[in-house]
C-alpha cells in the first residue's frame, strides 16, 4: 500500500514522488554557467595558472573553481563551504565527492602570494584574449558605474544619496574624490 509520502501517478506508473526532501538544489542555474565556462576552457587555464605540485583532495585550481561558482551563485563568504559540501549541483558541476571546506579555503586564500596575483592577471588576460581577439581590439570601453558604501553613524565623508536611498560614502567614475 502506498502512502501519501511515497507513491506513483496513476497515468504514468513510471513517474513516482515523494516528500522526502532527499538532496535538493536550488542553484541548478548554475548549470548553465558551467556550459558557458567549458566553452571558455576555463578549467585548463585554471590547471595551468594554478598548478601546485602537493597532493591533496583540493588542489589550487580546484578551489578557485569553487570559488568562482560560489561567487556566482550569491555565496559570498568562505563559511557558505561548510554547508555547500555535499550540494548535488555543486558536486557534479565541479567533479567532486565534497567540496572544499572553510578552513580549506581560508588556508588557500590567507596563502596567496605575489605569484598567486601574476597568475591571476595572466588568466584574465587569457581569458579577455578568449573573448577578444587582440588584433581586432582598437580600444577598451570601461563603463563604470557608481556605488554607494553604506556607513552607520556619523563618519567624516559621508552623505546620504537619494538614488539608493542610503548613507555612505559614494564612489563615482575614475578620479573622482
Known sequence: MTGLQHGALNFNKSL???FDGGNLSSD???????????????????????????????PNASIIEQLIYTT?????????????RHDPVFTNILGKKALASQPTISRFVHSSNERFIKSYNRLLQNLFEKANNPKDTEHIDLDLDSTLFGTFGKQEGSAFNYHYSSKGYHLGCIGEQ
Do not use: C, Q
Request: proline letters at 2%; zero cysteines; charged letters at 25%.
Open 16 to 18: 513516482s514522488y515523494n
Open 28 to 58: 541548478s542555474g548554475l548549470l548553465l554557467v558551467r556550459s558557458f565556462v567549458e566553452k571558455l576552457g576555463l578549467r585548463p587555464l585554471l590547471d595551468d595558472e594554478f598548478n601546485d605540485s602537493a597532493a591533496r583532495v583540493h
Open 72 to 84: 556566482i551563485a550569491g555565496y559570498s563568504t568562505d563559511d557558505h563551504s561548510d554547508s555547500l
